[in-house]
């Protein structure tokens, strides 16, 4: 191969690179840096603390807003995220159990739980709550 040739071949490779160089630069700023997460992943993130603090297995209770009613899907949705999070403890839409997590929206007292027989056991913030059912004994 002649150098001219050679010459011409390496300046046709080096232009190829750098514009499949430049093409990878373009895609890389296209998408965002850091993904945000979805809604899963957020809902599951308040539950963290409180998982840490459970036994590997059980069940445990589950309560949310007072004034929330049965039928509401977002509360039915939060409650299967809140299943979800807390596997494999067994998570039961009752707060017939002796602990029952608290998903409230709407600040609860203390004064309040121990009107309705329960104690705050932890409170993890965002609305998460550990209780203890006092007549659950």
Do not use: C, W
């Not at 046709?12 to 840096?33: H, M, N």
């Not at 603390?49 to 977002?74: E, H, Q, V």
């Not at 039961?92 to 002796?98: G, I």
């Not at 997590?101 to 609860?108: E, L, S, Y």
Request: overall charge neutral.
């Amino acid at each position: 191969m002649t150098p001219r040739l050679l010459g011409a071949v390496l300046f046709v490779s080096a232009v190829s690179l750098l514009s499949v160089g430049r093409f990878f630069f373009q895609i890389a700023d296209f998408y965002p840096k850091a993904p945000s997460p979805d809604g899963v992943t957020d809902f599951d993130r308040r539950f963290q603390a409180l998982r840490s603090m459970l036994p590997p297995k059980g069940i445990i209770g589950y309560m949310t807003d007072p004034d929330t009613p049965a039928n509401d899907t977002n509360a039915q949705a939060e409650y299967y995220l809140t299943q979800y999070a807390l596997a494999p403890i067994v998570v039961v839409n009752s707060p017939d159990q002796r602990f029952v997590v608290g998903n409230f929206h709407n600040a609860v007292t203390t004064g309040s739980l121990r009107d309705r027989g329960f104690k705050l056991v932890r409170e993890f913030g965002n609305g998460i709550a550990l209780l203890e059912n006092e007549k659950a004994h």
